[in-house]
């Protein structure tokens, strides 16, 4: 008799968990190259370096790979996701933008406390010409590309050790990759709610909406409140809303539970069950795919602090 769990890890192309990690590293090197390459263009635009560093260094990478080892489709879960659920998705991601935001500011005021210093921030569109340039290229573009490797690839890859454990590593390697010590919450609560909307919907377009929808309200909800003056922004830092910055959180998180919760019973409900963990040493050439990813993004997180605290 067939094994059900072992035919769903094997009875389907995966990606090799050596490519996952290789993957990864080329992405985490792509970074250092296009700041190199920042620092030697200092007049680029940050259209230019976006599409210089997620073109060659993600998508063409993925293109190539995929091109190469057909069928690949089910594991990486390219199928459409299906409409009436997708407007969870949007409300979760409008929900990540807040409560991403306080978890950041509750978590920095602590690297604070302990004589960090936050890298800073690229600043808000400035015109309604700025703000559709960059939902386009620092919101959808990222979105797809990030998506494609952590949750198309990544999470794919990984999931023959268990679907647990796969959007665990996937969104602890997304976090990683975005080099921001300051925005480790936020990076980390949107790569477990892409992780489990691909897994829930069955689609990795359902993660590349949220992930999209979030990034655009990040750069749009800014320049509107700059369109409105200063003193909006300077009242929602104030120390005295604390708590009631901590009530809201704990209050968004509880809906964005709920909406978590209708999407794995709709999943259960169509016979979608998560793979269980499955104890599996890595091979040689998968820990050091992994571990010098790791390495390198760790890396950038340090050099990029002690930059921010000279």
């Given amino acids: 008799m067939i094994d059900p769990i072992q035919n769903r890890i094997e009875g389907i192309p995966r990606p090799s968990l050596t490519a996952a990690g290789l993957f990864v590293l080329l ?40 091109r190469r080892r057909p069928g690949l489709g089910e594991a990486m879960r390219l199928d459409a996701p299906p409409a009436l659920p997708m407007l969870s998705v949007a409300l979760l991601a409008l929900m990540s933008v807040y409560v991403a935001s306080a978890l950041s500011a509750l978590w920095g005021a602590g690297l604070d406390a302990l004589g960090f210093h936050s890298p800073g921030s690229l600043p808000p569109p400035q015109n309604e010409r700025e703000l559709i340039s ?3 290229l620092s919101a959808a573009l990222p979105a797809v590309a990030e998506e494609m490797l952590f949750r198309g690839i990544v999470l794919s890859a990984w999931e023959s050790r268990g679907t647990a454990l796969a959007i ?37 377009y359902a993660a590349i909406a949220y992930h999209t929808i979030y990034n655009a309200a990040c750069l749009a909800i800014p320049y509107l409140l700059g369109q409105r003056g200063e ?17 809201e959180t704990a209050m968004l998180l509880g809906m964005m539970a709920v909406l978590l919760t209708s ?33 390198v993004m760790i890396a950038s997180i340090v050099i990029i602090q002690v930059l921010a605290n000279r």
């Fill in 263 to 295: 999407l794995w019973l709709r999943a259960r409900a169509r016979g979608v069950e998560p793979i269980p963990r499955i104890h599996r040493p890595l091979a040689y050439g998968e820990r050091l795919a992994h571990w010098s990813a790791a390495l």
């Fill in 27 to 66: 992405a985490a090197l792509g970074q250092w190259a296009t700041s190199a390459l920042e620092l030697a263009l200092p007049g680029a635009s940050v259209a230019l370096l976006i599409a210089l560093y997620y073109v060659p260094f993600v998508g063409v990478p993925l293109l190539l790979y995929a």
């Fill in 134 to 136: 960059s939902i386009l």
């Fill in 231 to 247: 003193a909006d922004a300077g009242a929602a830092l104030s120390g005295s809303m604390m708590l009631s910055l901590a009530l």
């Fill in 168 to 204: 665990g590593v996937s969104t602890a390697l997304f976090a990683l990759l975005h080099a921001n010590l300051y925005g480790l919450p936020a990076f980390l609560l949107v790569g477990a709610v892409a992780g489990f909307a691909a897994w829930a919907l069955h689609s990795v």
